[in-house]
DNA sequence: TTAATTATATACCATTTAATACAGAATTAA
DNA sequence: TTAATTCTGTATTAAATGGTATATAATTAA
């Protein structure tokens, strides 16, 4: 048994909260009374329990990644490389224009500039942007071994396209777009994939 | 002839190097100093000629439209849509994967999230963003009443689709993806285009 | 009970932030 | 010269920033 005084808040909730925190405000908008606001924990509790602002948005980004980003992982699932497209791009206009979430896409919006004081925050997210894409591209390598994509197929370059639609679906929700405008975005985007 | 000391460093040149600072940084990633130092002008100096640092970030917004981003009015100029949407992505790619400018563009990654107190930054950033896709919405309207356009594509529709591939290669080229890989993206988005 | 351990709350710290007050310097108009 | 005007530099302000020191409360192990 580990002794203690026990915590009074529950980790994940507060995490969740702090996610959206960083969702609606970007990391450098977000301020730790904002944080501590939202979490409904007190500032030392914050610090003894994730470290520091950049610990927690490092743990942020993995539990984004986890829930509301875990579409990615069920788009490559599908059984053509076409419906993994459809599917990503539907993944993404469901996730970022849903009512009961903040506009946009963490990944993208949580820092895309910065000062050099915090270079690590955007390098961190231009890591996490790129690794999604990686694991589009796997998935097309895939599909062109199998002969789901003709031959010669690039699919970095399919995968990047992929990716540069997703982050400007994202920016656009960013904006305020509307989900029913998304979707004809995404029957447009469809087109250029492939047959 | 008006008295008075006359200013003993450049407006215009003052205003390029706000420009490449906000572009590098973002609105929130840039401090007071961060610009003094660049534009190397004094604190009082700054405030006097441009007001504060929101009206310095909105005569940088439209230097940096009618300048860098002019791209944009070049390529409506193009006879048919489909050359149209063309020159956008290619004077995007070019624009933001200078060497001589920071990655990215500034509209984009100017400010995409931000706490209450800086709501106006975003929505103006967004509404400059919207106005540049009105402007190309504009254009395929008119290529569809030429005939330039099958009947039946959707001008808002087309220019939507645009728009979030040019934002979508200002989140990969503020990540610091590569010219010649992003030209390969747009040869893939103007397979989307009608014919 | 006692000791050890962990969480919380108040208060605080140094630094940085955007913005100004004020005095002096440089110019034009009379 | 004199007055009016406008810019510059030093110094300062109040507020907000990320991060802690310290004391106390609550739990487990012995």
Not at 106 to 132: C, T
Not at 147 to 174: E, I
Request: net charge positive; hydrophobic share 40%.
């Amino acid at each position: 048994m580990k002794s203690g005084r026990p915590r009074t808040f529950d980790t994940e909730k507060a995490l969740d909260r702090a996610m959206y925190t960083f969702w609606r405000k970007g990391y450098y908008g977000t301020s730790i009374p904002d944080l501590t606001r939202a979490m409904s924990i007190s500032r030392p509790s914050l610090y003894a329990a994730f470290g520091n602002k950049e610990a927690l948005f490092a743990k942020v980004l993995d539990r984004y990644r986890s829930k509301p980003a875990a579409y990615l992982n069920e788009a490559i699932k599908e059984p053509t490389a076409k419906k993994v497209f459809e599917k990503l791009l539907l993944g993404a206009i469901d996730l970022q224009t849903d009512p009961a979430n903040p506009g946009g896409c963490l990944f993208v919006q949580g820092a895309l500039a910065s000062g050099e004081s915090n270079d690590a925050i955007r390098h961190e997210l231009a890591a996490r942007r790129a690794s999604g894409e990686a694991t589009i591209k796997l998935r097309f390598e895939q599909a062109v071994s199998e002969g789901d994509l003709p031959v010669g197929t690039n699919p970095a370059d399919l995968a990047k396209f992929a990716a540069t639609v997703v982050h400007g679906l994202a920016v656009q929700t960013a904006g305020g777009d509307e989900r029913e405008d998304l979707l004809h975005v995404a029957d447009l985007a469809l087109r250029a994939f492939p047959n």
